[in-house]
């Protein structure tokens, strides 16, 4: 089940990531930026020593989220480092 | 003249950075995760594509903010690139 949540007024989807320490954070986050470049899609994200907030806003042109936001975020999560992962 | 801002309520620097491109904010921040890294200093990060905002909080048992606080600011200034320095 995805735990990224769907929000409206501006249509984003939302979801929050903890790890157990920073360098499995800045794996991620490196990961990630990767995912950013290939796809040409640039969350806001907000972190700090063992979470990451992640916020995926809608095509600037665009009232809805689209199928390329969706897939965004299913990359994201598969990109998650096994030591990040819930048991 | 820095451009930190020093906020109470929590006491906290805040700075927000601008960048020409996201490859230049990705140096930054690869600079500034090793920083944290040698400090123990973990700040609020928030990024989109070609900006940064940062906050810096007091250490957890103190209620202003310290030496340590002002030099992790000085020092990440110091770490811009300088593709990200205004002219």
Redesign the interface.
């Known amino acids: 089940m995805s735990e990224w949540k769907e929000r409206a007024r501006p249509a984003r989807l939302e979801r929050r990531y903890e790890f157990p320490d ?1 360098e499995t954070l ?1 794996e991620f ?1 490196d990961r990630v ?1 990767e995912l ?2 290939q796809e040409g899609l ?8 063992t979470y990451l907030n992640v916020t995926i806003h809608a095509d600037e042109d665009a009232a809805q989220l689209g199928e390329r936001q969706r897939r965004f975020a299913e990359r994201m999560d598969a990109l998650l480092p096994a030591a990040a992962r819930p048991m």
């Open positions: 920073y800045r986050l930026a950013s470049e640039y969350p806001d994200m907000g972190f700090g020593r």
